[in-house]
Every structure is written in C-alpha cells, then in structure tokens.
C-alpha cells in the first residue's frame, strides 16, 4: 500500500530515469537549427573533430548531445527520417549499458543509430546484433547512408562468409551481424593456427536488437563448434525399431464411482491381500490391478496400476522407463545381439545403449513433426520456438538429432565431439558495455538484471497506443475453439479489417488453414515452410479483408502497416515508372488505408498462449503501431498444450460445473489472471533452468578463459623460448621426482626406472647408474641438477642445430597441444555433467561436485600439457622453412575443405584441422623423395649458393 502511495506522489524509477533523460533531449535539440546551417561536409567533419575530443581525454557523456544532434541531421538528409524525441531517450539507454524497451513501429533501428556513432568514436568498434542474417543485411544497409554521411565505416558478418571479407566487415567502424555469427566467430578465433586468422578484434560495445529473444530464449542453448566423432547410424536405426513395442503407462488419476463392490487389494505395508470395499473406476469385476488412492473416502478412491513400459514428463520433458520396461528392452537388446544374456542395462559397458533407448523414446513421443522440426530436403531441420523460423545447421545434442534422423528414415549424420563452446551469457558478458532493444523485455527485467546487470527502461510511445486488448476466450475443446475463430474471422472480413491468426507451430498453422479453407475465407500462410516468401506475405498482411495465419515468425523484426505496405509498391513499380503511376499507387493505397483504420484496423486473434507472456505481447504488438488503431483476444481451450499441463484442475473443474453447453466460452478477468499465473510458473522455471544453467558453465568459463587467455598470448608471442624453458624444468623435475622422490635416501631411488622414463619420454640415454657408480658424493640435489644442466644441453644443441625454426615449432607444437587437450577436456566435462547430478542420491551438493571435479580435470590438463609439449620437442625431427610453412599450408586448406557444421542446441560442429603432434615425432622414418643433395651442391631453391650455406644450414 505505502509503494502504490509513493508511486503516485514521486512516480516509479521508470518515470524518473525517462523524465530526467528528457532534460538532455532539451540539450540535444538546442543544436539542431545550428547543425541543419552546415554542409555536408562540415557535418562529416564533425566526426573527425568529436575522434579527436575523445582520443584527447574527454569523455563520451560530454560528447553525447552534440553526437546525437549530428546523427539526427545525418538521418534528416539522408534517409529523409527525422528522430523523435522519445527515440534521443531510447539511444541514450543503449549508451548507458540499459535495456530500451520500445513498442512496435517505434523505430528501433533507427534509435540503434544514436549509440552506435557515439561509441564508435572511440575507435574499438561497435557490434550491433540481431536475430537472422536477413535483418542484420537489411539494417546494415538501410542505415548505411546515414553512418557515411557522418564519415563511418559499415560492415556486415553473415553465415558461409568469405575470410577476407568477415576480416574486413570486422575492421569497420560498425558491424552489424547475428549473435550466431558473433558468437561462432569468437569460437573460430580461439581455434585460429595464426594471429592473422583472427577475425574480431576485440569485445567493446554491443547493442543487442531483440534482446530478449537472444539473452533469455537462446540463453539455454550453447554455442558449440565440434567435429566429426564416430559414427553409429545402424545402432539409431536398429534401436527405432524397438520404440514402436513399447507402451506408454497409463493415466493413473483415479476416479469416482457410486458402484461399491468388494475386492482384495493388497495395501501399502500389509502382508497379505485384504478385502475392502473400493470404488471400481475405470476397472472392470475381472481386473485385480487396483491401487488405493485414498481409502477414507467414502467409496474409497481407487486407480488402475500403473501398467506400461514407460511415462512421460511433459513438464520437464523427459521419459522414463518402467520396471515392466526395463524388462521388455533389456530382452529385445539380447534378441538382437546388442546385449549380453544376464547383462543388466545399467551395466558400465551398456550405458551408451540405455541413452540410445531414452533418445528413440523421446524422439518419438517428445517430438513431434511441424511443431518442433520440419523435413526439408532429406534432413530434419529444427524450428525456433521462439520465433518460428527454422534453424539450418543446428542439431540436437546426445544422440537426439541422429534418433529423430531415425524416426523420420532420412539420412542419419555422424554424432560429433565438442572442439569449443560458450553459451551467449558468458559470451555477451565478455562485451565491456552491452545494451539491448526490444518491445517485451519488462516481464524479464528481473532475469536481465540478475544474470547480465542489464536494468530495462520503458520508453514512452511517440504517439499513445490505440490497440483494444480483449480478454480471452475460454472454450471445452480445441473444435470448440476453432470453429469461433473461424466464425469471428468471417465477420472481421465482412468488415474489410484485416486479420492476423497467430499460432504456435507449423503444425496448427496448417490445421488452422484446412479449417479456413473449408469455410471458404482466402488466406495466407506464414510458418517455417514458407520463410522465403515472409517479406511478400508481410507486405500483404495490413490490406482490407487480408487473413494471415502465421506462426511466432510474425512477430519479430517487421512491421505490418494498415493497407499495404506502399513502400514495396512503389518499389515494385521499378526505375522507369512515371509520375502519374507512382501517384495513382499512392491514391489507391490511401483509400486502402483509409478503408482499414474504419473497420478497426488489424485485428489480431491468438489460437494459444505461449509458456511466455513475452512471446503473446509480441504478437499483440503487431496492431497498434504508432496509435493506430487495433484488437487483440486470445482463444484457449482446456486441451491446449498450456492449459492441459500447467493450468489448475480448478478452471476445468470450475467450467464444467458451470454446466457449459457445446460452443460456449467463458470470458472473464479471472480467467486470464489465471492463465497468467500459469504463464509465470512456466517463465520462473524457465528462469531456475536458465540460471543453474549459468552456474554450471560459469566454471567451465572460468576454465575457458585462462586456456583462450593463454592462447592468445602464445599467438601473439614472436618467441615463447622462455616459457619452454620454464615448462621444461617443470617437467624434468616431476620425471625425476617419480623416481627419486625429494629428501628421500638412496635405498629408495627407483634408478632403471628413471633411465628407462628418461629414454622414454625426452629420448635420451643418460647413465644415471654410472654417475651413482663414479662418484658416491652425487646426492639427490646434485643428482636432479645433473640430469637438468644434461637435458638442457641436449635441448640447446638441437635448437642451435635446428635455427631459428625451432621458435615456429615451439608455438605451432604448443597451440597443437593445447588444442588436443582442450577438446578432450571438453569431453570430459561434457560426461561429468551429464552424470553429476545422481550424486544428489549420495546427499552430496551436485554443483559443488562439479566444481570440485572439474578443477581436478582442469589441473590435470595443465599438467599433461607440458609434459606432452615437452615430450614433443625433444622427440621433434628437424624441419625446414619451407616445411613449416607447407605443413601450416595444408592445415589452412584443410581447415577450408571440410565442411563446417555449426549446430547451436548442442553438439554443433566446425571440423577444425588438426595435426596430430604425431606427425611431428621421430618414429616414423625419413623417406627422401629424389636422390640426395651434397653440402657443396648448389641448393635446390635457385639462390645461387652452397647447400650448406643455404638450406643445409637448417637440417
């Protein structure tokens, strides 16, 4: 009570923050008559003055008003777009490290413009992110006029980029792309064999468009590059066989009956079977399989047991197997020859069967065609929940893509092992300032806040909203609901208003347009199958009595505009159109316009809610743009996937005592509060997904970031002779130590076993006995700095032998190294998380485990790199220059060959070349190709002189 008090009397934060940013409006638009007096090239010249101003000292915020008042001029002449006021506000809180949230049609490219120049004078660069290719290309473009006018550089990064060009595009004062894009080009970098192979240069400021989508929607799914693993296509196969003969268990919610019979039932702790009387149910006389439900009820409530082979966890989306299941699979893995007889499925050597059985099992009943994959082109391509676009290239990760691959009987790929990975939190966390932009991002302010220090700003509307948002409409069952929808649709295209149907996958979409069909109503469809023509359908969507059912992909990045778009007409026209055309489009797009805004203008009408309010508020957000005006209504049913798991027994217990006769909806405040509340447990669970998620990978980032850290510094590095050095020591010292342990006497040295260690892993015979025979002073400090000063000269001789080549060994051996530890670390931490949480059986913390484990990995791999880079360099054959340069050749052109497969849910893939280190030991021998050439022979290059005083020198 004294919050709401207070909020009345001082306002909320929001109105603050917006009322003081205006004060600075005031400040930007006092420039404004003095800036539209200049040129185009004083305006240009700006920039360079404001580049200046900042490299001296002078900060940002002092810049801001005279920046802004530049952009806006800039946008004025170029783009014939002047911004307004409430825009100046969304920029400054994209420059303030916040979160704009704006509605629809207000503009949000265009505010984009205002942070990105002022930041961009700093000279490291500006990221603007956005949710698919199309957009990134699209607003590059758009606003490219208006960054050239102030003098900037724009460039754009999109998937399957020429290097050279994603090089340059990087380089530019401005690089709009996606946050795939961006984030796989981080990845790529630290896999990079060269420093010139880098493509960023460096995290400084991000201006995420659609923040919420990319932040809290994709959050849970990591970015993954990985290569080929082995490959168990038949095993898919055979095991997709065995779903269909599994059974799913029964519902067991039991229910009331008057009928009292008289039955033995076998109760809970009893050892015998007790005759009591129990309400049949569902049961018939014959069947003994009844459970006490509740035995003071008066009949006593009673249920079915539960009878099949596994059950289904909607909530959680996960399946089970029964006892009864176990059973049937374990037989059928024997019948087939997978199994061993008496082998038991949770056997060490049988887990890898049981994740195939658990991944058929939710292929075929967690996953359905045309709501989250579609078939496309012989492969089974995923659909974005979120946004209803398809996603090429992603695969679902354990085994589930390749079972899904089964189900469907197209082409099964090869499973993958993981070669780098980060997630967008950890990602965009790395950003020094980051901003986002979008219109639903308040119902996550907490989430924003929490996880990225992101706080979410309201702007005010420039013009106030005009949209009716009804409530919904409630109905028994989805015919019920459909056929209102249809009957509602046929009366809003009597009127000329034109209709978007929102649906919530490919799959209602298309049962949505067989139910129009019938009715005889033209229509459009927009899902997943049809992206191509998205822009066309768009265009068309705001004409009078136009109907769109479309899924979520209508709800992001374009604007439906009542009566057409006229921009896309006038475009159609082409070059050579006359005056007299372009009017007469004008005039009868006008009459369009007009004839829509009487009936209403759009009408939105939803077929189910989403788990997420955001998700509703975006396709709500369609009508309404700039005051237009417009309605929105939900239609539900209690067979609504929402509704039937996470809604209250109450409403369906409360609607059918209501007595509600066929067709009937309930449409109250009530109802909606409720489906709300439904909203927000799913959104909260979501969040603890998303945040244990976070915890989780906040210690593999940890770990991430000391190895990327450490291989930037090595690419970077001319020479990294001193850290060899330093990693020789190391290593020579544990090799001895393992053998002769320190302050340890000399009854307890294990001396073959260190000469043998010594041969083994530096391949040099050192007669350790001998020494110990020599002299009888050699104690173990003697000792150890002895074998030290005889391995380092063995070193230093061959380093001098070698030449200078020897550095560019040292730092291509240690990157391959470290490369090849990483990924299998990766692995490693990959099973440890898969497993970690069954130790919550052992009243142990899971996520203290983890940690506590996988810094044991991490200490293990920092250990085993320098022991193989050492054990490496000594064995290293000699190499010439044109060698090095060969072998770094044929990686690159490797790395260029095979084919890139990026997946984003899991196991996502680039084939990153790899050299074996092997390649470059002596135990394979030398073959030379042609005869040999003599030291005094002229060398084989050309240049005139001596083999040895030449090439020769090297070998």
Aim: proline share 3%; with cysteine; hydrophobic share 35%.
């Amino acid at each position: 009570m004294i919050n709401k008090v207070l909020k009345l009397l001082i306002g909320s934060r929001n109105d603050r923050e917006v009322k003081r940013l205006r004060k600075l409006v005031n400040k930007i638009n006092a420039y404004e008559p003095d800036y539209e007096k200049l040129s185009d090239d004083e305006l240009k010249g700006l920039t360079t003055s404001f580049k200046k101003r900042v490299s001296d000292g002078e900060s940002l915020d002092a810049i801001l008003p005279e920046a802004f008042a530049a952009v806006r001029e800039a946008s004025k002449r170029a783009m014939g777009m002047r911004h307004f006021d409430v825009q100046m506000i969304g920029g400054m809180v994209l420059h303030q490290g916040r979160i704009s949230e704006m509605r629809t049609g207000e503009g949000k490219t265009l505010v984009a413009t205002l942070a990105a120049y002022l930041n961009a004078l700093s000279g490291n660069g500006v990221h603007v992110v956005t949710v698919n290719d199309y957009l990134a290309s699209r607003d590059a473009n758009w606003m490219r006029p208006l960054y050239e006018a102030l003098g900037l550089s724009v460039g754009v990064v999109v998937a399957m980029q020429p290097q050279q060009e994603k090089y340059d595009a990087y380089r530019c004062d401005i690089t709009y792309g996606t946050n795939n894009e961006f984030g796989f080009d981080f990845l790529r970098d630290n896999m990079a064999l060269r420093k010139e192979d880098r493509m960023q240069r460096g995290l400084n400021f991000a201006i995420v468009d659609e923040v919420d989508s990319i932040l809290i929607d994709e959050a849970r799914t990591p970015l993954i590059i990985s290569g080929a693993a082995q490959d168990s296509s038949e095993l898919y196969r055979v095991i997709n066989k065995l779903v269909p003969s599994l059974e799913k268990v029964a519902d067991s919610d039991g229910e009331r009956n008057d009928k009292i019979m008289l039955g033995k039932i076998q109760l809970e702790g009893d050892d015998k079977p007790t005759t009591v009387p129990y309400a049949l149910g569902r049961a018939d006389k014959e069947n003994k399989d009844l459970v006490i439900v509740d035995s003071q009820a008066k009949p006593p409530l009673c249920r079915l047991a539960d009878k099949g082979h596994f059950a289904i966890d909607e909530k959680s989306r996960q399946v089970e197997l029964s006892e009864e299941g176990h059973e049937l699979v374990e037989q059928w893995l024997v019948k087939n020859k997978l199994m061993e007889e008496n082998d038991s499925l949770y056997s060490a050597a049988n887990l890898s069967l049981l994740q195939h059985v658990h991944s058929a099992l939710k292929a075929h009943t967690l996953f359905n065609r045309n709501v989250e994959y579609i078939v496309q082109d012989n492969q089974v391509v995923l659909i974005d929940e979120h946004t209803g676009r398809t996603m090429p290239g992603r695969r679902l990760s354990e085994g589930l893509h390749q079972a899904i691959e089964a189900k469907e009987g197209v082409q099964i790929q090869a499973e993958s092992q993981t070669l780098a990975s980060t997630t967008f939190q950890n990602y965009f966390r790395m950003y020094q300032k980051l901003s986002g932009m979008t219109g639903t991002a308040d119902t996550e302010a907490f989430e924003l806040k929490h996880i990225y220090g992101l706080e979410v700003i309201v702007i005010p509307t420039n013009v106030p909203v005009a949209r009716d948002d009804l409530n919904d409409l409630v109905f028994l069952s989805l015919d019920e609901k459909i056929d209102a929808v249809v009957n509602d649709v046929k009366e809003l295209v009597e009127k000329n208003a034109p209709v978007l149907v929102g649906t919530a996958s490919v799959e209602s979409s298309e049962l949505m347009s067989q139910r129009l069909k019938k009715g005889g109503i033209k229509h459009e469809v927009l899902n997943a199958k049809q992206h191509e023509r998205e822009a066309t359908i768009i265009a068309e969507a705001g004409r009078p009595g136009s109907v769109t059912i479309a899924t979520n992909m209508a709800g992001r990045g374009t604007d439906i505009k009542l009566g057409g778009n006229l921009d896309v007409e006038l475009e159609a026209l082409g070059e050579g159109a006359t005056q007299e055309q372009i009017e007469a489009v004008k005039a009868d797009w006008q009459k369009r316009h007009e004839t829509v805004m009487a009936a209403g203008g759009l009408h939105i009408i939803g077929t189910e809610r989403h788990e997420s309010r955001r998700i509703d508020n975006q396709l709500r957000g369609r009508a309404g743009r700039q005051g237009d005006p417009g309605m929105s209504r939900f239609y539900l049913s209690l067979e609504d996937n929402l509704m039937r798991i996470f809604a209250s027994e109450r409403m369906r217990n409360f609607m059918q005592a209501l007595g509600m006769e066929k067709g009937e909806a309930i449409e109250h405040r009530m109802v909606t509060n409720a489906i709300e509340k439904a909203q927000r447990k799913v959104e909260a669970r979501n969040f603890d997904y998303r945040k244990q998620l976070l915890e989780y990978d906040d210690v593999a980032n940890d770990q991430r970031t000391v190895v990327y850290t450490q291989r930037n510094d090595l690419l970077e590095a001319d020479d990294i002779e001193d850290i060899v050095a330093g990693i020789r020591d190391d290593v020579i010292d544990g090799v001895v130590s393992g053998y002769v342990p320190p302050q340890s006497l000399i009854e307890q040295w294990d001396v073959p076993g260190l000469e043998q260690a010594l041969q083994v892993d530096f391949g040099v015979d050192l007669p350790v006995q001998k020494w110990l025979d020599d002299d009888e002073k050699l104690y173990e400090e003697t000792l150890r700095k002895k074998i030290h000063e005889a391995l380092e000269a063995r070193y230093l001789e061959k380093s001098e032998r070698i030449g200078s080549v020897m550095r560019s060994i040292e730092k291509q051996i240690m990157l391959q190294v470290l490369d090849t530890l990483w990924k299998e670390h990766l692995q490693n931490m990959d099973h440890l998380r898969q497993g970690i949480g069954l130790r919550a059986y052992a009243q142990k913390n899971p996520k203290q485990e983890y940690k506590r484990e996988a810094f044991e990995l991490f200490q293990a791999l920092l250990e085993n790199l320098k022991y193989d880079v050492v054990k490496v360099l000594y064995r290293v054959e000699p190499m010439t220059e044109e060698q090095m340069e060969a072998m770094e050749k044929r990686q690159r052109e490797e790395a260029e060959r095979q084919k890139l497969q990026l997946e984003h849910e899991s196991k996502n893939a680039l084939q990153a070349d790899e050299q074996e280190v092997k390649e470059l030991s002596a135990d394979k021998p030398y073959v030379r190709d042609g005869r040999k050439v003599g030291r005094n022979d002229p060398c084989p290059c050309g240049s005139g002189k001596k083999y040895k005083a030449c090439h020769g020198k090297l070998v």
